[in-house]
């Protein structure tokens, strides 16, 4: 069993990342336009003896005072991660362990997945809405799975649910099936192609949907609607019934009290909860849970783009690891240590901690952003 190593908390920096996606990002079922940057709050922590760790958090300068001196093992335990104290840090402090070890992160978390994790492009949203003919909107989509392409992708997740307020009911699920058929037709039949409503479908939509694609090959349905038990297994007793490999994908926005208990029965085959909001110890012990029921995992991660690096090797110690979500962007002044994204397969490098750095000019216009901020003993 492993210990933390000694060391104390001198310095703890939060610095803004700004990137910039190829092209602007379009609705969801619910939400308008996303855009095309993507901001990314990183805090870096740094012990007495030199060493540092590095990840995602959104903690404010007021509770960051509070980490200088404390040693990491009041914060942090082995194996679980994290203790209540230290989640508002959480990536971080995996990182600096895993460097202080000299272990890569995904070996600190017990390497028991692959190091070449299957990664999906999930930014095909919902940019069709102006489009006046069948033509213009294949050429739409066309174009933006030769974007994920060009970048390394091959798996695609589409938005769907435009009948849910952008489009009348009808209408939009005709345009929902005339998108994924366009998708499928660009990427090609090895591609994994998934859709996301938002819980923009009733089960009565998300049937018709499923029906009018059954040709297709849906790798998994993703919010269909509201979580909702009998709702759940209508929905997983069609898709048995009809004998397709579709999964149910689910736990990404607010699920509701029962969500566990609906997912040990089996209505849903993938759990999605955030990655940056719970944090990798709290997947850590979640991934290990959902095993013994035989579930996927798949946390929700879109927004960041630093955020996967930690997740992929999260992904690479998890065996009923499934998917991971990304997306082409461009973020400027990181240094990826011996990582790699090609044909839709991102490989986890073997370096110590999570195998990334950030440019020191770069850091410091960072932390010099309204929302940054260095701190020290």
Known sequence: MHEVPKGKITRIEKCILRGTRPRSIGYNARIPTHGAKVTDPVVKITSDNGAWGLGWSRIKAEEAQGFLGKEISEIF??????????????????????????????????????????????SI???????????EVKDIFYKEVATGQEHGYLNFKIKVGRGARWMPQGEGLKRDELVIRTVREAAGPNAKILI???????????????????????????????????????????????????????????????????????????VQHDFRIKGLTWWRATAAKLEQWGVACAPHCWGSYIERYHHAHFAASTPNYCLLEAAPATMPGLIEDGWKLQNSILHVPDTPGAGLAIEERIFAQGIADPAGFSLSL
């Open 77 to 122: 335990a082995l194996p679980e991660g994290s203790l209540a104290s230290g989640l508002p840090i959480d990536l971080p402090l995996w990182d600096l362990v895993a460097r202080m070890m000299q272990l890569p992160l995904y070996r600190l978390l017990g390497a028991r997945g692959k190091r070449q994790v299957e990664v999906y492009d999930g």
């Open 196 to 270: 996301d409503a938002n819980m923009g479908n009733t089960l009565n939509t998300a049937i018709a949907l499923l029906d009018a694609c059954a040709d297709v090959g849906i790798h998994w349905f993703e919010e269909p609607f509201a979580e909702d038990a009998p709702l759940n297994l209508a929905l997983k007793e069609h898709i048995v019934e009809n004998d397709w490999d579709t999964l149910i994908a689910d736990g990404e926005f607010s699920p509701p009290p029962n969500f566990f208990d609906m997912v040990e029965k089996g209505l849903i085959d993938v």
């Open 125 to 135: 949203y919902i940019d069709d809405l102006e489009a006046e003919d069948e033509s």
